[in-house]
């Protein structure tokens, strides 16, 4: 028997629901285990990860000098056999933790987003962030559109996003309500940019009548201040 449209609507709801469940349950996973490196004090600071330290999470060295991989399809047939043990490692030391993988430019080792801390930012790549963020024009409201967020929680959140992107591209959102990340059931935007923009050239527009409304009127009673004075002086 096909199901009937409501039908279909509910499956669909608890599709998203068990999904942003998911979504929630990891997010507060990587938080817990980010608050464990703080506890633990499992961070390497760049210095001791440039000195040969190794990750305090699986003990592997987090720079290890060897030079970084080329593409798959250009390892050699010594390299091959090494990447492949590598990788069988890598599976073995991490079957569950369903995270992303990381490693230093210049180095080999592979370690997992969910196990082994990362390091900071070097000075120079902190600069050039600090270079692209420059060049960003400022935020203008009127670009964005606004998107209506239901948590898992019930509690809607809403959040700017701008026009040229077709939706909010995180999963989780912050609720203010529960005081935690929360999963993102659904999104709507209920408000257009192409509106705000609409309203910010109209009241452009209205500021701009306005000013020159007050300029004619100033230049009115600059020329009748001109024939007054002219007039006071022709008595003398």
């Known amino acids: 028997m096909p199901l009937t449209e409501e039908q279909k609507a509910e499956r669909a709801q608890k599709r998203r629901m068990t999904n ?22 499992m961070y390497l600071t760049r210095e001791q990860a440039s000195a040969g330290e190794a990750c305090r999470g699986c003990g592997l060295p987090v720079i290890d000098n060897l030079g970084s991989w080329p593409g798959t399809m250009y390892l050699t047939d010594e390299q091959r056999v090494i990447y492949d043990a590598d990788q069988k490692r890598y599976r073995e030391m991490h079957p569950n933790c369903d995270a992303h993988r990381w490693s230093m430019a210049g180095s080999r080792a592979t370690h997992c987003g969910y196990c082994c801390p990362p390091i900071p930012m070097s000075r120079e790549q902190a600069e050039r962030i600090q270079r692209i963020f420059a060049t960003v024009s400022e935020r203008r409201e009127e670009e964005l559109d606004i998107w209506a967020r239901t948590l898992t929680c019930g509690h809607m959140v809403e959040q700017s996003v701008h026009h040229t992107n077709r939706e909010p591209s995180f999963s989780t959102q912050w609720c203010p309500e529960c005081e935690i990340n929360r999963g993102v059931v659904s999104s709507e935007k209920v408000v257009e940019a192409a509106t705000r923009m609409t309203a910010a050239n109209r009241r452009r527009d209205d500021k701009i009548s306005q000013a020159e409304r007050e300029l004619k009127e100033a230049e009115k009673a600059a020329a009748d201040a001109r024939k007054k004075l002219a007039e006071l002086r022709a008595e003398r």
């Open 20 to 41: 942003a469940l998911k979504e929630e349950a990891r997010a507060h996973r990587d938080e817990a285990r980010r608050q464990e490196w703080r506890d633990k004090g």
